[in-house]
């Protein structure tokens, strides 16, 4: 009894061999060579896949909605994992008009943490989640169209139908490209900050950046005073340094002005976006401390502030 055709162009052997493998490995009823017989027939780029159910073991009522569902499933893995990023690659040359390779594989790249949940604390659950709704989103749209038709051709498919899919895609782009565009304009101001850094000729011999935790600092002077970011000698006389930053408490703003020959960071989280900024600015201006006498004094403030609570 024949049940599903379903015919895609092909790109490599490989592809092919996935095509055919996915709905093989997909469900019980259609890894169950008793009742569901399927065969793969490749000529040039097009690949056809026969899905037929042997009688007796396999019975429409008691089977037809576990077929159409796992069926569904299947094609919809198959899309996800072989169709999804060409699909993502033509919205962003078409519908966005980006031409430059360098520029469409940094965007997809966004493409993916977003689709994947990447940013989560808990990455690979989370991924997991994200992956499964968009899996039964799609496996809906399918499975709607193959109730009524025995025929799918999965370029057709992608070309006129699954709208939804289609749009969350879309979505997916715009959103990437507004991160893309966001970090570009960043890394551009960072540069610029560097340079600034760069022409600028030290004022002090070093200062110490004590990290108190979160966007806390301390800084002190080369005579281990404390330098206040409201102080007339610590305001940026940069105009744009004042409109365009956007780092809690200005710390960088205020090393600008100071603009040490050294900066001794002392932290217990070197690895926080601030330390890194701040690093990246200053580049071999900057350097971590150890554990030294200031670090220990830092470690028992947090004890005493922790006993607190």
Not at 34 to 52: C, M, R, V, W, Y
Not at 109 to 135: G, P
Not at 182 to 207: C, G, H, N, T, W
Request: aromatic share 8%; hydrophobic share 40%; proline share 2%.
């Amino acid at each position: 009894m024949k049940l599903l055709t379903v015919m895609t162009h092909v790109r490599t052997e490989a592809q092919a061999e996935h095509a055919a493998r996915m709905f093989k490995l997909s469900g019980e009823l259609l890894h169950n060579a008793n009742k569901i017989q399927i065969t793969a027939d490749k000529h040039g780029g097009t690949l056809k896949i026969d899905l037929s159910g042997r009688l007796p073991d396999f019975q429409l009522q008691r089977d037809g909605e576990i077929f159409l569902a796992e069926a569904a499933e299947a094609l919809a893995s198959y899309i996800m994992q072989e169709e999804e990023e060409r699909l993502l690659c033509k919205l962003i040359r078409v519908d966005f008009h980006y031409k430059q390779e360098a520029e469409i594989e940094q965007i997809l790249t966004y493409c993916d943490h977003i689709l994947n949940d990447a940013e989560e604390v808990s990455a690979a659950s989370a991924s997991a989640n994200a992956r499964k709704r968009r899996k039964e989103k799609l496996a809906g749209e399918i499975e709607a169209y193959i109730r009524t038709e025995t025929e799918l051709h999965i370029d057709g498919l992608l070309r006129f139908r699954l709208q939804a899919y289609k749009q969350e895609l879309r979505e997916v782009a715009e959103y990437a490209i507004d991160e893309f565009m966001m970090d570009r304009q960043y890394q551009e101001f960072i540069s610029l900050l560097q340079y600034f850094v760069y022409i600028q000729e030290a004022k002090i011999p070093f200062v110490h950046l004590v990290h108190k935790g979160g966007s806390e600092f301390k800084l002190l002077n080369d005579r281990m005073e404390e330098i206040e970011p409201d102080d007339p000698e610590a305001v940026v006389t940069v105009e744009m340094l004042e409109k365009d930053m956007n780092f809690e408490d200005m710390i960088v703003s205020t090393l600008i002005t100071v603009s040490p020959q050294t900066i001794y960071i002392h932290t217990r989280e070197p690895e926080a976006q601030v330390i890194r900024t701040i690093r990246q600015i200053f580049e071999n201006r900057v350097e971590l401390c150890g554990y030294c006498r200031l670090c220990q004094n830092l470690d028992r403030s947090a004890a005493a502030e922790y006993n607190k609570i």
